[in-house]
Structures are given as structure tokens and as C-alpha cells.
């Protein structure tokens, strides 16, 4: 039964993830793509002081399953449980994750499009230098806007919770890989990148430079890029002049705990709503 999936996810992944999360934090240690601008210990004390309010926003939420209960939607009734009658809990499975991935793309395209959204969802894009701790750079504003948008979403398709457990290690996991500071060769991004988001990939879209807006918004799965036509390649000489950070919001002093949490109230529209 896929279901057990569920139950693993759920009682494991805290486990999974901070196994992953160490492999990559000693993957970019030994063998670094870039050199940072910043001292990790300054970096880290903000990206994991976010995080940990975003985990316990998510633990205590559990979005979808609140969704679920206040809108009284039922299970048998819904896209999921006709799918469930006909493919089994496999084909829920299969589908669910491609739905979540793709509601994840589409929701990060409109962030970048909303200056609501944007104000929020620009911490993640704040960090000036970019690794494996980026993964947790986020505002609990945008974590509480998109999960409240996607639990809603989810809670009427009838979307089981133990898909989105699966997908959340999945997700975390791919997060991890895509935002850490490791070297792949050229040739292995190319390959992975035509089904998965990869770091070189996901540079692009922590881009500090215009030209590089409105590309690269996978989450896990590179194909909604592909598909949507968002997908952008850079030459050698490109990826290696990257800069990250939020335009007027590149400069060192920028990065200390404060900005990380006063930034979108300061943000103004000058600044691109796409990056």
C-alpha cells in the first residue's frame, strides 16, 4: 500500500532531513563552487533563527489538514477520491506529488509577480552569498501566506496527507541539493536538469542581475520550466559572474538578523518585482 509511504515521511523525515542537510553542509565545506562574501557563522545564525520559526509554524499549522477540517471537504467525494477508486492509492500518489510540484511552481511565479507576496518571499532571495542554509531563509509572512493558499488548494482536490508528508521529504530534500554550494560537473547538471532542479539551475533564479528575472522557478521538478518556458542556461563565463541578493539590498550590511525580518516592510517597488 502507497500509504505506508505516508507514515514513514511522518515519522522520519525530521531524521531524513538532517541527514541531507549534512551531507551538503560537508559536500560545499570540502569542495565549494564559490567563495563566500560573508563569514558563515553570520549567515547561518539568520538563516537557521528563520527557519526554526518557519519549522514551528509548519509543525503546529499543519496547513492541509486544517484546510481540510474547516471546509468540510469530503475525501470520497473529491478529484482524489474518484482517482483513488480508479488507480488506486499508487496513482494518488504519482499524481500528487505532480500536482503539489507544479502548485509549488506556479505559486513561486506568482510571488515574483505579487508585490504583496514579493515583499515576503524577497528574504529568501536576500542572501547575498548562496549554500545549503539558503534552504531556510524564509520569511514566516510567506510561510504563512502560501501555506494558507496551498493547503486551501490542496483541501479541495481532496489531496491526502500522507501525499503531501511524502512530498515535504522529497521537497526538503531537493531544496537542500538545489540551493547547496557544491561542485557538479557541466555535464552531469545537464543530464539531471532535464527532470530535476539543479544548484546550477537554481543560481540562476537567486540572480541579483535583471536579465536573469523570470527563470528557473522549479521547486523539485525541472519540467514545469521546461514546459512553461521559464528555463534558462547560462554560458560558463555567466554562472560565474552571479551575484545574489535583492537589488539595492546587495551590500554586507543588509545581511545581519534585523533585515531578515524587517526587510518586506521596507521594500519598495522600485526594487523588481521578478527575480
Keep these: 500500500m502507497a500509504s505506508w509511504l505516508g507514515d514513514w515521511a511522518t515519522y522520519f523525515s525530521s531524521w531524513c532531513q538532517t541527514v541531507i542537510f549534512l551531507v551538503f553542509a560537508l559536500w560545499e565545506t570540502a569542495a565549494p563552487e564559490r567563495a563566500g562574501r560573508l563569514a558563515l557563522a553570520r549567515r547561518w545564525a539568520v538563516n537557521f533563527a528563520l527557519g526554526g520559526v518557519v519549522l514551528a ?12 477540517k474547516l471546509l468540510g471537504v469530503s475525501a470520497g467525494a473529491s478529484l482524489f477520491g474518484a482517482v483513488e477508486r480508479l488507480a488506486g492509492e499508487w496513482g494518488v500518489l504519482v499524481l500528487g506529488l505532480l500536482l503539489i510540484d507544479f502548485a509549488s511552481y506556479a505559486l513561486h511565479r506568482l510571488q515574483h509577480r505579487v508585490f504583496f507576496l514579493w515583499r515576503f518571499h524577497a528574504v529568501h532571495h536576500s542572501d547575498i552569498d548562496m549554500d545549503v542554509t539558503t ?141
Design 57 to 68: 509554524i509548519l509543525s503546529t499549522a499543519r496547513p492541509t489538514t486544517l484546510a481540510a
Design 135 to 275: 534552504t531556510l531563509r524564509h520569511h514566516p509572512g510567506e510561510t504563512l501566506a502560501s501555506a494558507c493558499m496551498l493547503g486551501t488548494a490542496f483541501a479541495f482536490t481532496g489531496l491526502p496527507v500522507w501525499v503531501t508528508a511524502v512530498y515535504g521529504v522529497l521537497s526538503i530534500g531537493g531544496d537542500l541539493f538545489n540551493h547547496a554550494n557544491i561542485r557538479i560537473p557541466r555535464g552531469v547538471d545537464a543530464a539531471l536538469r532535464v527532470a530535476l532542479v539543479t544548484p546550477r539551475m537554481h543560481r540562476v533564479h537567486h540572480s541579483a542581475c535583471p536579465e536573469h528575472f523570470e527563470a528557473n522557478f522549479g521547486n523539485l521538478l525541472s519540467i514545469w520550466d521546461h514546459l512553461c518556458r521559464t528555463h534558462r542556461a547560462l554560458s560558463p563565463q555567466e554562472d560565474a559572474a552571479i551575484a545574489f541578493g535583492v537589488p539595492e539590498f546587495t551590500a554586507p550590511r543588509y545581511a545581519g538578523m534585523t533585515w531578515g525580518w524587517i526587510l518586506p516592510f521596507v521594500l519598495r517597488r522600485a526594487v523588481p518585482l521578478t527575480q
